[in-house]
């Protein structure tokens, strides 16, 4: 989960270089853990609406009539009680943007890695062209 004003600009096609992550990702913020419960989460996702969503993955919203419908994670309905990880970044954790406020965690752990060096060092692991999908995590019925 990372919030809009942390991607400070797009990528155009062609070679990337570090200058250009920099430019994307041009704060210290770390990656954190946070362990939180299914009706946590959800209380998360119903923080956003058809009109305003913060960047995320491995989820898959339904909104009908302007609101939340339905949550999945890795393709599953979310469980109130079950627990889940959710990756962000300490400046979101910690309050920033008004995300994560509100939101109950059973535990947070820092990881000390920048997200611009896990972006970096994503891409020099890649062996394929780096492409974007349009994936319908966001389905507005």
Same mark, same amino acid.
């Given at each position: 989960l990372l919030n809009i004003g942390g991607i400070r600009t797009s990528m155009k096609q062609g070679d990337i270089t570090i200058g250009n992550i920099f430019e994307i990702s041009p704060f210290d913020n770390t990656l954190v853990v946070i362990a939180l419960k299914g009706s /946590?989460?959800?209380?998360?996702?119903?923080k956003f609406s058809p009109k305003y969503s913060e960047p995320f993955s491995n989820a898959k919203v339904v909104y009908k009539n302007g609101k939340l419908h339905s949550l999945l994670v890795n393709g599953l309905p979310v469980i109130d009680d079950q627990t889940y990880r959710l990756v962000t970044l300490d400046f979101i954790q910690t309050g920033g943007d008004n995300i994560l406020t509100g939101i109950e965690f /059973?535990?947070?752990?820092?990881?000390?890695?920048?997200?611009?060096?896990?972006?970096?060092?994503d891409?020099?692991?890649s062996k394929e062209p780096i492409t974007s999908d349009l994936d319908d995590r966001v389905i507005i019925e």
């Amino acid at each position: 989960l990372l919030n809009i004003g942390g991607i400070r600009t797009s990528m155009k096609q062609g070679d990337i270089t570090i200058g250009n992550i920099f430019e994307i990702s041009p704060f210290d913020n770390t990656l954190v853990v946070i362990a939180l419960k299914g009706s /946590e989460l959800k209380k998360v996702f119903n923080k956003f609406s058809p009109k305003y969503s913060e960047p995320f993955s491995n989820a898959k919203v339904v909104y009908k009539n302007g609101k939340l419908h339905s949550l999945l994670v890795n393709g599953l309905p979310v469980i109130d009680d079950q627990t889940y990880r959710l990756v962000t970044l300490d400046f979101i954790q910690t309050g920033g943007d008004n995300i994560l406020t509100g939101i109950e965690f /059973e535990s947070v752990s820092p990881t000390g890695l920048l997200e611009r060096d896990v972006i970096i060092d994503d891409i020099k692991k890649s062996k394929e062209p780096i492409t974007s999908d349009l994936d319908d995590r966001v389905i507005i019925e």
